[in-house]
Nanobody, 124 residues
Framework: QLQLVESGGGLVQPGGSLRLSCAASGFTVAYYAIGWFRQAPGKEREGVSCITSSGRSTNFADSVKGRFTISRDNAKNTVYLQMNSLKPEDTAIYYC?????????????????WGQGTQVTVSS
């Protein structure tokens, strides 16, 4: 059974950092593009970042460029989202998603498999 499990969310002060993990089971993540998405209360889900199956290419939403990085450790079947200089507007539930492809789309409709999400709250 293909499964994605996010972890690493929590409460952090503005300017702080968090690292989210997306652990895959039931499939080899190395063959899949992985995307990170977020949904804030009352807002639509938006693409945050993605990484190609090879790991050679990444994309970021303009709102997080220069603050977030994405990486993958295929040996651990895990993808990470490092979030630095966090802002209150980054508060949302963060989801990771997987799709069997080599490209790195930012549209959520492109992804077939989803985790349950992890809450990130940025507040003083």
């Amino acid at each position: 059974q293909l499964q994605l499990v996010e972890s690493g969310g929590g409460l952090v002060q503005p300017g702080g950092s968090l690292r989210l993990s997306c652990a895959a089971s039931g499939f080899t993540v190395a063959y899949y593009a992985i995307g990170w998405f977020r949904q804030a209360p009352g807002k639509e889900r938006e693409g945050v970042s993605c990484i190609t199956s090879s790991g050679r290419s990444t994309n970021f939403a303009d709102s997080v460029k220069g603050r977030f990085t994405i990486s993958r450790d295929n040996a651990k079947n895990t993808v990470y989202l490092q979030m630095n200089s966090l802002k209150p507007e980054d508060t949302a539930i963060y989801y990771c998603a997987a799709d069997y492809r080599s490209s790195c789309p930012m549209g959520d409709y492109e992804y077939d498999y989803w985790g349950q999400g992890t809450q990130v709250t940025v507040s003083s």
